[in-house]
């Protein structure tokens, strides 16, 4: 019996685990596009929330969360990480 629910724990497991992301991003979850929009021509790079090439949000986003940028001003959200917690911008370059 043990053994038929242990998959479904691992899989619980590793969700909880990348709820919060460290700085290995790409390799830790996928970018979702949520709406978040970035200031046009502030190039393309890894951007916390605080940023101010981060315009909005989108639905979702946090301040201390992850976001891609590219030169047209598109966005995704990586989500949250503890290298945005700091109260200042950090890019992620």
Not at 26 to 35: A, D, F, H, L
Request: glycine letters at 12%; proline letters at 8%.
């Amino acid at each position: 019996m043990l053994i038929k629910w242990l998959p479904v724990a691992l899989t619980a497991i590793a969700t909880a685990q990348a709820a919060v992301l460290d700085d290995n991003l790409p390799t830790k979850r996928s970018c979702t596009v949520n709406g978040c929009r970035c200031r046009p021509g502030s190039g393309p790079g890894l951007h916390c929330g605080r940023c101010p090439e981060i315009l909005d949000l989108g639905t979702g986003g946090l301040l201390n969360g992850v976001f891609e940028c590219n030169p047209a001003g598109g966005c995704c959200y990586y989500g949250e990480s503890t290298s945005c917690a700091s109260p200042v911008c950090n890019r992620h370059t």
